[in-house]
Structure formats: structure tokens, C-alpha cells
């Protein structure tokens, strides 16, 4: 698309910023205007996270940290199985989402959005990914997104296709 990415890794760094919003895309905002307000540049962030059908959409935006502050991801992975232990695999239904927000300096603000749905297993399959990659179950391919090969995974998760969408949105900054 003719423009250069930088990290955050490569620019001065940002204080820490608490997610506390609501939804996926208040968090991925609130992160992206921090950014281009601090840097003066066109800011992309996103807010990711996993919603269980069963629990009423939790782990939500505290996917990171389901199991408390500062869990593992295979802390998380036990806390979701063990919420689950009794819930039968037609019952285990869940959706990856995934929110990314573009910002201008100048304040315009869009934003973009990727789901995957599939089945929370009962073990962890595969060794690609993390956080909840091993326990989500893609049925119509009969593997989770930890023993997806990373093409593959990119195509149909929910960053992947966040990140398609958001190649037009950028089209409107740029």
C-alpha cells in the first residue's frame, strides 16, 4: 500500500495503558488515539480476545487474564477447562474476535473487525500459537489453531481476517 510500519517497538516507549474498556473496541481506540496523540502518526492497535458461549461471552476482553492478573496462558487454558469440565462438546461453542482501530493525529478514527468461530476441546492440541490457540476447535477442518500451519491460520482467524478489512479501511487515511 506505499507506507512503512513501525513497531512500537522502534519509537520511544508508551507508559503502561490499562485495558479497562469494555468491549474490544474500546480498548483497541483508547490504545491507538494514546499512540497517535503521543507520536503524531496514523496508529493502528487492536484489542483481542476470546467469548464462550456457555459463560456468557467471558473470558471477553479479560482473555489475558481470565485466570487473574499477570496468568499464563496455560493458566488461562486450565481455568477455561475447568469451567468447562461439565459442559458437553455441543455445548462448547465460542468465537475468536478480534477489534483493530486506526487513529490519524488529527483525530479521524475507524475501526475493524475479525471473528472465527469454533469449539472449545476438552485437551490441548498442537504446538503453533498461543493463549487459547491449542483448546479452539475448528470443526470444518477438524484441527485447532495451534496445529494449523501459519498460512492456514492467517486465512481464517480472526486477526487474519481483521487485518484484510483492515487494508481497505486504511485506504480512507491514506
Not at 16 to 36: I, S, Y
Amino acid at each position: 500500500m506505499g507506507v512503512e510500519i513501525v513497531s512500537l517497538a522502534d519509537l520511544s516507549p508508551l507508559p503502561p495503558l490499562e485495558e479497562d474498556g469494555k468491549t474490544f473496541r474500546e480498548n483497541a481506540l483508547k490504545k491507538a488515539r494514546v499512540a497517535a496523540q503521543r507520536f503524531g502518526r496514523l496508529t493502528i492497535a487492536d484489542d483481542s480476545g476470546l467469548e464462550v458461549d456457555c459463560l456468557q461471552g467471558a473470558p471477553g476482553v479479560r482473555s489475558a487474564r481470565f485466570a487473574g492478573e499477570g496468568a499464563s496462558d496455560a493458566e488461562n487454558n486450565r481455568e477455561l477447562l475447568r469451567l468447562l469440565e461439565s459442559v458437553p462438546p455441543s455445548q462448547r461453542g465460542a468465537t475468536f474476535r478480534c477489534v483493530i482501530a486506526v487513529v490519524s493525529p488529527t483525530g479521524k478514527e475507524a475501526w475493524v473487525e475479525g471473528r472465527c468461530r469454533g469449539v472449545i476441546g476438552d485437551t490441548e492440541r498442537g504446538r503453533q500459537g498461543f493463549g487459547y490457540d491449542p483448546l479452539f476447535l475448528l470443526p470444518e477442518l477438524g484441527k485447532t489453531l495451534a496445529e494449523l500451519p501459519l498460512e492456514v491460520k492467517n486465512r481464517v482467524s480472526h486477526r487474519g481476517r481483521a487485518l484484510a478489512a483492515l487494508k481497505e479501511a486504511l485506504r480512507d487515511f491514506l
